[in-house]
């Protein structure tokens, strides 16, 4: 039984030229074959053939199709681009010679590389800014006890910090970098900014020259270098210059590969907060664990978290961190809503930080965040509600915004591509009725040649709906928009009384197009040969040899 597919998810074969097809050949056709092939086509749609300047300037346009068919699959080059990625590689800039002993696993491997390097380079045309807002709210009212003359609990923005950064590049290896960060907290205000060079000398080294202005005077230089295949490292020196004098920094820190998922981290830095830290980090396609011990001036602690990628484009995420200040526990999770956004909440529980919900939005490269004080004790309502409301949050934002939303985009989606599929159709089809007015002459030439040796006659042939095609009167083909009549447009292809057809989609063959976009198709021909008739029906890929069973 026929079916059909939503337009805006179906990719169907007959919208993209076939240029196997549209010169009726198969994958594995010679070169030979591929030349043959053209030069019967040219004596058809050349020009230079036809007197009539409307059929002159139709024929050039089927022409420079065939033409373009040809010179794609008998340059080797392109023809192993075109085998392995169609269309979309051949339109590809910046292909590097492709062999054809090169295989498609080869070619695909340096398709996708090529368009690393291009986005990469769009990238670096842009200033690729990047930034941070965060607000901090205090909420502990809801959750301690109150004189109700008072009125409602107190919820009031206890502080809020900004930050923002630009990158210019400047050349392939210079890139100059400003950012900027604004803080306040409890009606006491502070910010810095700050502007940094950076200059990549290899792949495995590049240094970084900064100066800021803030809480004084800030001049730092950084450098990275691989050491081997497994190890880089990175080293950081800094000069405070305050009221107080100048306080240097310095930083260094020693990475590893372990394996092909983990990696092993240790720093150490010295100034006014000296310090050593190691960490242990592993990423797999399921999971992210991070381990970390530091202990200094200012706070030792250990730390280990985890998180757990789910099937849905959601990450749920539990971390602990204890140590002299006490000890903290993170668990929550966030959710990717559309291709550029992700929304996410986490609670968190304290001693003496007590209880806390964080809220998330990433858009782009833009973040917002919300941290929530709800209790300074952990107060076992304020974590019921700190994990109850999320969920409840997310469940209603879903179904009344997110869903809705969504629904939206598809139908302005749906209706783009219908609009996009029936202007190819539309042009597919008057190339198809082109063709057919062009193939006349030549479709009463190879019938009468047929005829006269009682060789290969075309009866009818009909392409489309295969539910329809198969309940189809003879005589009511031409009130059917699901079908196509192609008895001319085969009749043209036969050669020395036999007729083979590749095993592609019909409608990219001449003067054929697809009359029933996204559904189940066939073809049926009834055709004499030697005064004897048969008819056969295929499926749209299948491959037709015809006559058949004959010596």
């Not at 202005?213 to 080293?235: D, E, H, I, P, Q």
């Not at 381990?291 to 990450?315: A, C, N, P």
């Not at 869903?403 to 008057?430: F, G, I, L, T, V």
């Not at 590749?502 to 559904?519: A, Q, T, V, W």
Request: hydrophobic share 35%.
């Amino acid at each position: 039984m026929a079916h059909s597919m939503p337009l805006e998810n179906f990719d169907d074969p007959s919208l993209e030229d076939d240029y196997y097809a549209i010169l009726n050949l198969g994958k594995n056709a010679t070169t030979e074959d591929i030349t043959n092939s053209y030069r019967c086509l040219s004596k058809l749609y050349h020009p230079d053939k036809h007197l009539d300047p409307i059929k002159k300037k139709n024929a050039e346009i089927l022409f420079n199709k065939t033409k373009t068919a040809y010179e794609v699959l008998s340059d080797p080059h392109q023809r192993a681009i075109y085998d392995t990625l169609g269309l979309k590689g051949l339109e590809t800039e910046g292909w590097q010679i492709v062999q054809r002993t090169k295989t498609p696993q080869e070619i695909r491997e340096e398709y996708e590389q090529l368009l690393k390097e291009r986005e990469e380079r769009r990238l670096q045309q842009r200033t690729n800014p990047k930034g941070t807002i965060s607000v901090g709210v205090n909420a502990t009212d809801l959750f301690e006890t109150y004189d109700i003359d008072t009125g409602f609990p107190a919820v009031e923005i206890s502080s809020m910090s900004i930050s923002q950064s630009v990158e210019a590049p400047i050349s392939v290896k210079d890139t100059l970098s400003l950012s900027g960060n604004l803080n306040t907290q409890n009606g006491t205000g502070s910010g810095n900014i700050a502007c940094s060079w950076k200059n990549v000398f290899s792949a495995s080294s590049w240094m970084e020259c900064g100066i800021g202005a803030g809480n004084g005077l800030l001049l730092s230089v950084k450098g990275y270098r691989t050491f081997t295949k497994l190890c880089f490292g990175t080293l950081q020196t800094t000069f405070q210059f305050t009221s107080l004098g100048i306080a240097p920094g310095l930083e260094l820190m020693m990475a590893r590969q372990l394996d092909k998922h983990t990696a092993g981290y240790l720093t150490w830095k010295a100034g006014t907060a000296s310090s050593v830290n190691t960490m242990i980090v592993h990423d797999s396609e399921k999971g992210h664990f991070v381990g970390g011990l530091q202990v200094g001036k200012r706070g030792s602690f250990i730390t280990l978290s985890y998180s757990r990628k789910l099937e849905d484009e959601s990450r749920a995420k539990c971390a602990i961190k204890f140590g002299v200040f006490g000890a903290i526990l993170e668990y929550g999770c966030d959710k990717k809503i559309s291709q550029r956004s992700t929304v996410g909440a986490a609670v968190v529980v304290g001693v003496p930080s007590g209880v806390s919900l964080k809220l998330k939005l990433v858009r782009a490269n833009q973040t917002y965040l919300f941290p929530i004080l709800l209790s300074e004790d952990i107060v076992p309502s304020a974590v019921f509600y700190a994990t109850v409301t999320p969920v409840l949050g997310w469940f209603v934002m879903k179904k009344f915004v997110i869903d809705p939303y969504h629904e939206r985009q598809k139908k302005k989606e749906a209706e783009k591509s219908k609009e996009a599929n029936a202007q190819k159709m539309e042009e597919r089809k008057r190339e198809a009725e082109i063709a057919v007015s062009l193939m006349e002459e030549t479709y009463k030439r190879i019938r009468a040649q047929e005829e006269a040796k009682n060789g290969l006659i075309i009866l009818q042939a009909i392409y489309g709906n295969s539910e329809e095609i198969s309940n189809l009167e003879p005589d009511h083909i031409e009130s059917k928009k699901n079908i196509l009549d192609a008895t001319v447009q085969l009749q043209c292809l036969v050669k020395d009384s036999r007729l083979t057809l590749p095993d592609r989609s019909k409608s990219n063959l001449p003067g054929f197009y697809d009359p029933c976009l996204g559904e189940e198709k066939c073809l049926r021909v009834d055709y004499m040969y030697r005064k004897l008739t048969h008819s056969i029906t295929i499926g749209d890929n299948e491959m037709l040899r015809i006559p058949r069973n004959c010596k």
